[in-house]
């Protein structure tokens, strides 16, 4: 009886403990580009990465928690109820109707109170109303299609032609040298801060997946179906950021990186409108050849 009545206060503090990190997961830490930062995931520039972040934080350390009570349980137990203490084995603890009822019930207390915030960010993800800008990603064997389907720009984005070069067999470059050796690419992808971004995501040929860690945002190309996913970079974080496909697309997969370039409003609205005048006079049709001139002795005879 002894042993069952000491279940049941470890069993009741592992509630009270995942409710005390909750707070401590969310604390926003001092960004590290370094050591064990390296290990985790990381905050990003969006709300909705950090969110996820600040998830990922919470069910950690509830798992945390979980595994000191469970494995100091038996640590203790070990110690106290050896043979040699002279300890005698409780026949009926495995059959005893309270504490099959305290291991049983508290797990599933657990999980329920874990599935409410992941539940609410799952929510959150695939929220894309009120999106400001809608722009169509395509992959493809290596690299990826953008087309910002109210303003008439498409362009592709391939791996630089200096890494493309180095990874070469034989090419005598040393990749250390290249800038951003396989993450660098000719055209990056450029959208504005504070805005949501809304993206139409799918595939040319074989599955893909867009993933820009940063933002938040990893979600698969496949062919024939449009996945939905948004951003809204925080005003103040223009600059560039980068991310891979993220799928085993084929023999060249780890050669189709992606660059995003977050601009103010401003300079977005001006690449972009430059950018529709580029490619609206590229495809006007030349003007007709003119007319020969005609001449004295022509018009003569």
């Known amino acids: 009886m002894m042993l069952r009545g000491k279940f049941a206060s470890p069993a009741l503090a592992v ?29 990003g520039v969006t709300a909705m ?13 509830v798992c945390v928690v979980i595994g000191i009570v469970v494995f100091g349980v038996m640590i203790w137990s070990i110690i106290n109820f ?4 002279g300890a005698v084995p409780d026949v009926t603890l495995v059959h005893n109707t309270r504490v099959e009822f305290v291991w049983t019930v508290v797990p599933v207390i657990i999980l329920i109170a874990m599935a409410v915030p992941a539940a609410r960010t799952l929510v959150e993800i695939e929220d894309t109303t009120k999106t400001e800008l809608t722009i169509k ?35 005598g470059i040393d990749p250390a040298s290249v800038p951003h050796y396989l993450l660098n690419v000719d055209h990056p992808f450029v959208v504005p801060a ?6 139409l995501i799918t595939g040319a040929d074989v599955i893909h997946s867009w993933w820009v860690p940063d933002f938040g945002v990893k979600k698969d190309a496949i062919p024939g179906f449009v996945n939905e996913a948004w951003f809204k970079v925080d005003p103040d974080k223009t600059g560039l950021y980068r991310g ?41 049709p030349p003007p007709p050849p003119a007319a020969a001139p005609v001449t004295a002795a022509a018009s003569a005879s």
Not at 15 to 40: H, I, T
Not at 255 to 280: G, N, T, Y
């Open 15 to 43: 509630l009270a403990l995942c409710a005390a990190v909750s707070a401590f997961a969310e604390e926003d830490p001092a960004p590290d580009a370094s050591g064990w930062s390296q290990l985790n995931m990381t905050r």
């Open 49 to 61: 990465s950090r969110r996820i972040y600040d998830l990922h934080m919470l069910i950690f350390w």
């Open 82 to 85: 050896r043979k040699s203490k």
């Open 137 to 171: 990603v395509t992959g493809f064997q290596w690299g990826w299609q953008y087309d910002y389907l109210d303003n008439g720009v498409i362009y592709y984005s391939h791996l630089d032609r200096q890494s493309d070069a180095a990874r070469e067999l034989l090419s």
């Open 194 to 199: 504070d805005t949501k971004v809304r993206l």
């Open 244 to 284: 891979q496909c993220a799928e085993l697309c084929g023999r060249d997969h780890g050669f189709m990186p992606i660059v995003v370039d977050v601009r103010s409003k401003a300079d977005f609205a001006a690449w972009l409108k430059e950018q529709a005048a580029a490619q609206k006079q590229a495809a006007a």
